[in-house]
């Protein structure tokens, strides 16, 4: 149980790496009690930090663990409480007929499945609490924009934002509702962008373009763009639109 008074309590999923890991670094130097739910933990130490291996490809038991642990604490010493549903992966980069059945299905789990689940448990453990709770889920520009050869995570992330306009929706008729938003971050260089250009080109139609982006420098840094997120994660409209993106903040 959280024993420090009047500290913010951020969750962060995907946290041992790139916009997951910047979130995680910044979160603590801003003096939050942060807990990271990661296939492997991050590459850091730190006091305010409690690091979880899970796999979110099995969701029933991440969710399970993390709504047990959440009813453990004290929300008096808490000043917020905030998820942070980053973690996302692309199944093989080719029409939707080429791709493995099991890719597909890991892609949706991780992408889709895992953050509705998170988000359940994180809503259900506390609804009694009387402090802000905040819901943001890491989405994209290609939940709104489909793209040829990424058929699972258009789908995971277009699946997302209906997610948070729903949930948005059911929290706005309860005292202390969560607020919550899907935000697009912009086009970030982290390992999927790395993906992206490594695919074959006769496969993946956008290769170039994200070949492109690379080498034009237009990528953000992790630490940008999440600087960038937890600046919208503080507004105080946070929430007002359900479905957002940094670029038009």
């Known amino acids: 149980m ?18 997951g890991l910047a979130l995680v670094q910044q979160l603590l130097a801003r003096g939050h009690q942060v807990l990271t739910l990661s296939r492997r933990p991050p590459p850091l130490e730190h006091p305010a930090l409690q690091a979880w291996s899970v796999d979110l490809a099995e969701p029933v038991a991440a969710a399970g663990r993390l709504g047990a642990w959440l009813q453990g604490q004290d929300p008096a010493v808490l000043q917020s409480v905030t998820l ?8 093989e980069l080719a029409p939707l007929g080429e791709v493995d059945a099991v890719d597909l299905s890991n892609a949706l789990r991780v992408g889709l499945e895992a953050p509705m689940l998170l988000a359940a448990a994180f809503l259900r453990a506390t609804a009694a609490w009387n402090v ?42 309860r ?22 250009r490594g695919a074959d080109p006769a496969r993946f139609a956008e290769h170039s373009r994200f070949v492109g982006l690379h080498e034009g420098g237009l990528l953000d840094s992790p630490e940008t ?11 105080a409209d946070f929430g007002s639109q359900p479905v957002a993106d940094v670029r038009d903040a």
Request: charged content about 20%; overall charge positive.
């Open 2 to 19: 959280l024993d420090a008074m009047n500290t913010p309590l951020t969750l962060v999923t995907g946290g041992s790496r790139g916009l």
């Open 84 to 91: 942070i549903n980053n973690a996302g992966v692309i199944s």
């Open 132 to 173: 802000p709770r905040k819901l943001l889920f890491v989405s994209s520009g290609l939940g709104r924009r489909a793209m040829a050869g990424s058929a699972s995570y258009c789908a995971a992330k277009a699946g997302m934002d209906h997610l948070a306009r729903a949930i948005a929706l059911e929290e706005a008729t």
């Open 175 to 196: 005292a202390n509702g969560a607020r919550v938003v899907s935000l697009a971050p912009g086009v970030v260089d982290t390992d999927m962008q790395v993906q992206l």
């Open 225 to 235: 763009a999440a600087t960038k997120l937890l600046r919208y994660l503080d507004r």
